[in-house]
Structures are given as C-alpha cells and as structure tokens.
C-alpha cells in the first residue's frame, strides 16, 4: 500500500505569495494532520482534520488554513509568506478511531526568498 | 501544554557500539512515538509505545508512562543509524492522539 503522499516536494515562492500543499493519506485513513518543521528543530503541529472538520489547531497565525476533501485529501494554504515560513511541511494521517499512530509523508520543501 | 525534553542533544558513536537515548514528558500521554528522520528529511516510525516495551530488531523502546519518560535503545550501531531521533507524545488533555508534540531531538552521528 502506498504511504503519506505530498505534493509538491520542493517549492520557492518569494515574500507575500500564497502557496498551496497537498496531501493524500494512507488508503483508509480519515485523520490528517499538518506539521512544520523549521530548520534545526522538531515539527510543530499546525492543524488536524476528521472527517472534513478542523479538529484541532496550533499556535499559528491566521495566514495558515487547511482544509479536507471528501476522499480525505487535505490542502494546507499559507498566504502572504515570510522568510519566516520556510520550512519542511509535513502530513501525517492515522486512523479515525483509538489512540493510533502517525504516519508521515516525506514532506515539502518550501523556500521562501 | 505538554513539553518534551530529550537528551543527550548529540551523540557521536563507533559503529558497533550501543546507546540509549532518552525522552522525558510532563503530563500524561495517550500516545508516544518515536521517529527517526534521515538526512534527507524523512520522517520514519520507529515505534508506538505510549507504554510499555516493544523490540524490533536491533531496536527496543520502554515507556513508564506513570514516571513520564522513555527510552530508546540502539544495539550495534550503524552507520545508516546516523540521523535525528524524536519522540512525540500527545498529552491526554488534548482530547487527540494526533497532535504530537516533540522533542528537539537527538543528533547521532555514528562512524565507520
């Protein structure tokens, strides 16, 4: 079976683009939880969704929205970049149920000049 | 909310030697992982262990969740062990497995 899958693997915006991340979870999988990881330190988590619902949020700004389709696909939206948000982004999906593991995509690259 | 101590920051080590890597949490978890993240950014799961102890190979992980730690034990290393290890809880509070926090990791470098 195939695993987290993220597109795209590398992106360069420059400052106060948008930009949009997708993410497809392992088949059978309903949770899908967004992740940046700064350089040098470990992800932080930015926002989980079931079921197309927003089921948890981290300390981002209002720049950072996602959203959930209904095949569980998810898009992360980041508007008006910063330097800032350069970051590797990272998706996880898990289970809908229970306490369950994560599994995680091999993440976008995403480089802001 | 929960924080995530890991120790030590950085390990350097002969390949073929054994090392224990250690993860401290402040409040109750549902849920502990362990992960180890290549050099290319991969983000690997290691183990699921928000209690107990489970073994893979040369692999072996123990959480005492009622003393708020764990640890993972790497047997004759490897160089292809080299990379970052983190461990992410999430914390009963939350009301979700699935918001981790982590640790800032463990740096191991093993030589050939």
């Known amino acids: 079976d195939a695993g987290v899958t993220q597109s795209p693997t590398h992106l360069i915006k420059t400052r106060g683009q948008q930009v949009t991340l997708r993410c497809s979870p392992i088949?059978?999988?309903?949770?899908v939880s967004w992740y940046q990881q700064v350089l040098g330190q470990g992800p932080q988590f930015i926002f989980q969704?079931?079921?197309?619902?927003?089921?948890g949020r981290g300390n981002f700004p209002d720049r950072f929205s996602a959203r959930q389709f209904p095949n569980y696909s998810s898009e992360l939206n980041v508007n008006a970049l910063l330097l800032g948000d350069s970051a590797l982004y990272l998706c996880?999906?898990?289970?809908?149920?229970?306490?369950?593991?994560?599994?995680f995509g091999d993440g976008t690259r995403l480089s802001i000049l | 909310g929960i924080q995530v101590e890991q120790s030590p920051p950085d390990l350097i080590l002969q390949e073929g030697a054994n090392s224990t890597l250690r993860c401290n949490f402040s409040?109750?978890?549902?849920?502990l992982q362990w992960f180890h993240q290549n050099p290319w950014g991969q983000l690997i799961n290691l183990f699921y262990?928000?209690?107990g102890t489970k073994q893979n190979g040369r692999l072996s992980a123990t959480t005492v969740a009622t003393e708020r730690y764990s640890l993972l034990y790497i047997s004759s290393s490897q160089t292809t062990d080299s990379g970052v290890y983190f461990c992410a809880v999430a914390d009963l509070s939350s009301g979700s497995a699935r918001q981790l926090t982590f640790g800032s990791g463990t740096q191991l470098t093993v030589l050939p």
């Open positions: 088949s059978g999988h309903k949770s």
């Open positions: 262990i928000p209690s």
């Open positions: 996880a999906s898990s289970w809908d149920r229970g306490n369950q593991p994560q599994h």
């Open positions: 409040d109750s978890v549902n849920n």
């Open positions: 969704y079931y079921e197309k619902e927003e089921r």
